[in-house]
């Protein structure tokens, strides 16, 4: 079983920043503390989905290792991936990722660097990144890999590490999402002071706790490895921002995908499901092979719209020419960090639109569709699976149900909240991971509603406690709920366990 996954939101005061300062480089320093949590749990195998795989262990020195999965791909062609979870995961709760990679054709190295997973050692940022020459030259001398078709993927802080090896080791491809700065982070702990004494302290506290050139922005000029930058209009805007400014300065070759009505990762598992595993695999099969991938996209003011807004034309460009009339999604940053989503048809090697905006873009992505239906208000819109229709439904309903899980919510909005569900899953019936993700909420409900003086709200209690011991997964340990809010593994089972108990209790 694994706690719910949480993120934090904020790094601590500047006065604490500073008294971190002694401390020594080996140690683990405020930042290292608030942004690298390794989980204590230790959730799913390979031979779970039956892959077969070769546990990894690399000795650093007496006291540290790395460790983590090697999933080889017999018809890869020695392609491979390695896989930089976030800083609160380890390598057995990323399965979401390594089994998509590998079941697209890549062999994959998921592994743990030290204090996580099953790696010894303390976990910092200088150790992470500083042991990666020695990851690399042990994945480099293996027979199955091929040293000239190694792709890097990394996910939150690990996209840091990931950024950090796509420049000082040898790789041919890169997908970064949510892609943070550490040095915003830092001056939002010192109160985003900007006078000359501001700026002195945080490069002094920069410098004594951050390795060196761990900050993308400042060597993203020097990074030449054609990348993908994903960013999402759901997630923390200082994030999408910092992503944004590396992505203009990347020396590179490089795409940008904005994710529409998504949070932070694994979301876009659920919201995109299917288009982000394909986009991020066509991605990597092309880059791998050096060839072109991705739409090209152009922008220019058109002419003056209303009250300070203007128009623009947006251009987009096929690689090659398409054969059929394919969807195409163009997205669009904002000076502010807002987003804009527009949706065209491409017939042959280009097509353009023209949008109102109440400012200059900054930013502007295009990206293919597959699947999309025609519509004569949205002009196409994305095919939905039940889970994806399911998941929208109950969309409004999660801030509720956190409160509900942190104790918080009045009995009055229990009642709402179980009215809200009961509607949404007339409107879509809930697949099974989801109705394994909300085991704990009937289970909850149930409970409250089990001890009402009401005969039809007990019924409907006894009721809520039956649908939370069914839903109970048969492999706990392998739970993901891709939602807004994360879950890895199964926190419910506690849950799940009270509804048994008052179940098999004798009736009053």
């Known amino acids: 079983m694994a706690g719910r996954r949480t993120r934090t939101a904020s790094l601590p005061s500047a006065v604490t920043l500073s008294l971190a300062l002694v401390a020594c480089s080996s140690a683990p ?43 080889p791909h017999g018809n890869g062609e020695k392609r491979t991936v390695v896989l930089f979870h976030d800083g609160d995961l380890n390598a057995s709760a990323t399965h979401p990722y390594w089994r998509f990679l590998h079941d697209a054709g890549f062999s994959v190295l998921a592994f743990d660097p030290r204090g996580f997973g099953k790696s010894r050692g303390t976990s910092t940022f200088r150790t992470w990144l500083y042991d990666l020459p020695t990851l690399f030259a042990w994945l480099r001398a293996r027979p ?49 002071d900007d006078s000359a004494i501001g700026a002195m302290g945080l490069g002094f506290t920069e410098a004594a ?15 030449q490895v054609p990348t993908l930058f994903l960013a999402t209009d759901g997630e923390p805007a200082r994030d999408r921002q910092a992503l944004l400014r590396v992505f203009g300065l990347h020396g590179g070759t490089k795409e940008l995908w904005l994710l529409a009505g998504t949070g932070r990762a694994p979301h876009a598992m659920l919201t995109h499901d299917g288009e982000y595993q394909a986009r991020i695999a066509g991605f990597l099969d092309a880059t791998l092979a050096g060839k072109p991938h991705g739409l090209r996209t152009e922008v220019r003011k058109a002419a003056d719209g209303r009250s300070g807004s203007a128009y623009w034309e947006f251009v ?29 048809w491409l017939e042959g090697a280009s097509t353009r639109t023209r949008l109102e905006l109440p400012s200059a ?52 909005e229990e009642r709402t909240l179980l009215g809200d569900l009961q509607a949404a899953t007339a409107k879509a019936p809930f697949p099974a991971d989801l109705e394994a993700e909300l085991a704990d909420v009937w289970a909850r409900l149930g409970r409250d509603l089990a001890n009402s003086p009401d005969a039809a709200e007990r019924t409907k209690g006894q009721q809520l406690l039956q649908r939370s011991v069914a839903a109970m997964p048969g492999k706990p340990h392998l739970h993901v709920w891709p939602g807004p809010i994360a879950t890895y593994g199964y926190p419910q089972e506690t849950d799940v366990a009270m509804a048994k108990k008052l179940l098999a209790a004798p009736a009053k």
């Not at 390794?38 to 790395?66: C, K, N, Q, R």
Request: aromatic fraction near 6%.
């Open 209 to 223: 706790q951050l390795p060196e050139e761990i900050e993308p922005e400042d060597v993203a000029a020097r990074c």
């Open 29 to 71: 320093n405020e930042i290292d503390k608030q942004l690298l949590t390794p989980p204590t749990a230790w959730l799913a195998e390979p031979a779970d989905f039956g892959i077969a795989a070769e546990p990894v262990e690399i000795a650093l020195h007496a006291e540290a290792s790395i460790t983590g999965f090697w999933l």
């Open 144 to 192: 199955d890999v091929d040293p000239q078709r190694i792709a890097l993927f990394g996910t939150g802080t690990g996209s840091l590490a990931a950024y950090w090896a796509a420049r000082t080791q040898h790789c041919q491809s890169l997908v970064v999402e949510h892609l943070p700065s550490l040095r915003a982070m830092l001056k939002a702990a010192h109160g985003n």
């Open 316 to 344: 987009v460009t096929a690689p090659t020419p398409v054969a059929a009339r394919t969807a195409v999604e163009i997205g669009v940053v904002l000076t502010d960090g807002s987003t804009r989503f527009t949706n065209v």
């Open 361 to 412: 873009p900054v930013h502007a992505s295009a990206g293919i569709v597959p699947g999309a239906v025609e519509d004569p208000v949205a002009t196409w819109v994305r095919p939905r699976n039940g889970r994806q229709l399911a998941a929208a439904a109950i969309d409004a309903s999660w801030p509720r149900i956190e409160r509900l899980r942190q104790g918080t919510l009045e009995a009055t």
